[in-house]
């Protein structure tokens, strides 16, 4: 066996203390949440808590246990989630066939088409008065339909079907297979793994999705957890905040929220 070159080391060393590095990055915040999560009000006020938890209590884990309005958006967030991806993966799927269809007239017009949104987006202002005329505001349908479709998911697909041998397709028109049948029955168990990566994407982005809830929802009964978890983070900042020029200015005692 060849021992490694010195600068072959080197690159190694560098590479393995870049990866720690970029982790640490990514665990300290983390575990600095946990921490503060599991600390008292006191401590927080005070701001002690680092990576250890400080007068230790669960109170903000049984406030959530109890709350009504947690639960609730939590399943918002993961039927909407679960809506989202699976209409984004079947829309995008279905599309990028049709565009792929030798029979498809002016597939390179509707290709034009969808280009051009993903470099001239109509913005956030067009974007509000068309769902607020449509009457979608305040429904789930605005956390919906908006943004079910993804050009750049069409056009992977569309790219990746094109690939597939057409002899393949045609033995299967042949054989009497309708364009459902060869779209899910051919098609999808020959791009499941780029499919599957797709689920994974849309689901997280969907389960981390709440500006849209931010902008179009005012019923605090179809928020969204994001939406949520922000509004407490807001009430708890203000909070410490609040408590700490108390205790700095008049000296008095820290109180727990109501």
Same mark, same amino acid.
């Not at 599991?38 to 709350?67: C, D, H, I």
């Not at 909407?80 to 030798?102: D, E, R, W």
């Not at 057409?166 to 033995?171: F, I, N, Q, V, Y």
């Given at each position: ?5 010195? $600068? ?16 640490? $990055? ?175 994407? $849309? ?56």
């Amino acid at each position: 066996m060849n021992a490694q070159s010195p $600068s072959r080391k080197l690159f190694q060393v560098v590479n393995a203390l870049l990866f720690i590095s970029f982790s640490i $990055s990514i665990i300290v915040p983390f575990v600095n949440a946990i921490a503060i999560s599991l600390s008292s009000y006191e401590a927080l006020a005070t701001g002690s808590v680092g990576l250890w938890p400080k007068g230790f209590t669960l109170e903000a884990y049984k406030e959530l246990a109890y709350s009504k309005q947690f639960l609730r958006t939590f399943l918002n967030t993961v039927g909407l989630t679960a809506v989202n991806t699976v209409l984004t993966i079947t829309i995008s799927l279905a599309a990028g066939y049709a565009m792929a269809h030798k029979h498809l007239l002016g597939r390179s017009t509707l290709f034009i088409y969808l280009i051009i949104p993903m470099y001239f987006s109509g913005g956030l202002i067009p974007t509000y008065l068309l769902v607020n005329n449509l009457g979608l505001t305040n429904t789930y349908a605005a956390l919906v339909l908006p943004q079910i479709v993804s050009t750049f998911y069409i056009i992977v697909f569309r790219n990746q079907i094109n690939q597939l041998p057409k002899e393949l397709l045609e033995s299967a028109e042949i054989d009497g297979a309708g364009e459902v049948r060869i779209l899910f029955n051919i098609i999808l168990p020959l791009v499941l793994p780029m499919t599957m990566a797709f689920v994974v994407f $849309s689901a997280v982005a969907y389960w981390n999705e709440w500006f849209n809830a931010l902008i179009y929802i005012r019923d605090r009964e179809l928020w969204t957890l994001q939406l949520q978890l922000r509004d407490i983070l807001i009430n708890t900042s203000q909070f410490i905040d609040q408590q700490t020029q108390n205790a700095l200015i008049g000296g008095g005692p820290i109180v727990h929220p109501e």
